[in-house]
Nanobody
Framework: QVQLVESGGGLVQAGDSLRLSCAASERTFSSYHMGWFRQAPGKEREFVAVISWNGGTTYYADSVKGRFTISRDNAKNTVYLQMNKLKPEDTAVYYC?????????????????WGQGTQVTVSS
């Protein structure tokens, strides 16, 4: 069982930056691919970014490409989401998630473990 705890959310203005962190309890963290998702009120949970177990491959949603960067530090059992040039439409609860298989990366249902989420609010 992998426990994930997100942090770093908050209230910022449009154009600002935030860095989210997700700390994992499991020593085998490095064997999991890690994703970030977000969910705005009244909307479905959507894919934001994913990183492979060794950090060698990343994918992003078109809506965040060029603004967000996912990274990981396996020595610290932590995955990060650097968010730059934030927009009001980025407002959501952000979740990190872990999965073993490198497949169907954009689908929330395929992830094995989830954090509790951290709120990001971007004012205009």
């Amino acid at each position: 069982q992998v426990q994930l705890v997100e942090s770093g959310g908050g209230l910022v203005q449009a154009g600002d930056s935030l860095r989210l962190s997700c700390a994992a309890s499991e020593r085998t963290f490095s064997s999991y691919h890690m994703g970030w998702f977000r969910q705005a009120p009244g909307k479905e949970r959507e894919f934001v970014a994913v990183i492979s177990w060794n950090g060698g491959t990343t994918y992003y949603a078109d809506s965040v490409k060029g603004r967000f960067t996912i990274s990981r530090d396996n020595a610290k059992n932590t995955v990060y989401l650097q968010m730059n040039k934030l927009k009001p439409e980025d407002t959501a609860v952000y979740y990190c998630a872990a999965k073993r298989l490198w497949a169907s990366l954009h689908l929330p249902i395929n992830y094995d473990f989830w954090g509790q989420g951290t709120q990001v609010t971007v004012s205009s």
